[in-house]
């Protein structure tokens, strides 16, 4: 049996007063990749962000890799360095070379050797084709080198999930497919599991296992990749991809 590594049961989240997820169910199994849709303000960086411990949840169940997950900040300090996150915002520390942005989680939080650290850091820069920027400073690379960065930033802690909300959202066309790229080689090289937002249909449909689409905090669908982009079970998934062409 395939070894499952997160099941969300029966989610509801509230901010303030208002629901913004309704009974959430799916669950990911080992390498699979999931893609999150659905239209701007269905819920998918609140579910992305209530997985990652970001938020907290007023009912359901949340577990990853057989640990039941409670919304209490020390328990996340463990679990957090076992799940990747990559943000729209790369969110690297603008006083730290690229080098320092990446040992500083593995060396701080998980203890490990400065060296060894390094030494897989550079491994990863080569992995994204950034080898001549470890000295560099934020400032000095692109918006696509600095999400190529984010993603190795987040992989240096070995993480068994990795996150992705909207990583080529806010870079220039030309420097989407690099990152796309390195997204792609994670799951086909690496058998990451995955749950992805994304608003590049021709790459969720190449490269998602699954899809869960969203409307208004409800799960409208989860059904396999291949045939969602299709022909999707319902007219608003229908509607939606047509309006992404
Ligand atoms: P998506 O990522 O699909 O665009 P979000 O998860 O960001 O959707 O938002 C879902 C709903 O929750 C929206 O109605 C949004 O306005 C609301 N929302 C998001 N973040 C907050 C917040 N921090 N406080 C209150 N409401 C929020
Ligand atoms: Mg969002």
Redesign the pocket.
């Known amino acids: 049996m395939t070894e499952e590594i997160l099941k969300v049961a029966h989610l509801n989240k509230f901010?303030?007063k208002?629901q913004?997820l309704f009974d959430i169910n799916f669950d990911l199994k080992k390498g699979e990749v999931l893609a999150l849709l659905?239209p701007?303000?269905?819920?998918?960086?609140?579910?992305i962000r209530t997985l990652n411990g970001l938020e907290d949840f007023q009912s359901g169940q949340i577990t990853f890799e057989g640990q039941n997950v409670i919304p209490d900040e020390k328990h996340w300090q463990d679990l957090r360095q076992k799940i990747g996150m990559v943000f729209q915002s790369y969110d690297l520390f603008p006083n730290m070379t690229v080098l320092e942005n990446i040992v500083l989680a593995p060396t701080k939080v998980q203890h490990r050797e400065q060296k060894e650290a390094e030494a897989e850091a550079k491994k990863l820069l080569a992995m994204v084709g950034l080898s001549d920027y470890a000295q560099s400073y934020p400032r000095q690379l692109s918006g696509g080198q600095k999400q190529r960065i984010a993603i190795v930033r987040a992989l240096a802690m070995h993480p068994d999930l990795m996150l992705f909300d909207e990583v080529t959202a806010s870079l220039d066309p030309e420097m989407v497919r690099g990152v796309l790229e390195i997204i792609k080689k994670l799951s086909d090289e690496e058998d990451m599991t995955m749950l992805i937002?994304t608003h590049e249909m021709n790459f969720a449909a190449q490269i998602a296992d699954r899809v869960l689409f969203?409307e208004d905090?409800h799960i409208l669908e989860d059904t396999p990749g291949q045939q969602f982009f299709k022909q999707p079970q319902t007219e608003r998934a229908q509607k939606f991809l047509e309006s992404m062409d």
Not at 40 to 47: E, R, Y
């Open positions: 901010y303030g208002r913004v659905g701007s303000g269905s819920g998918k960086s609140t579910t937002v969203l905090g």
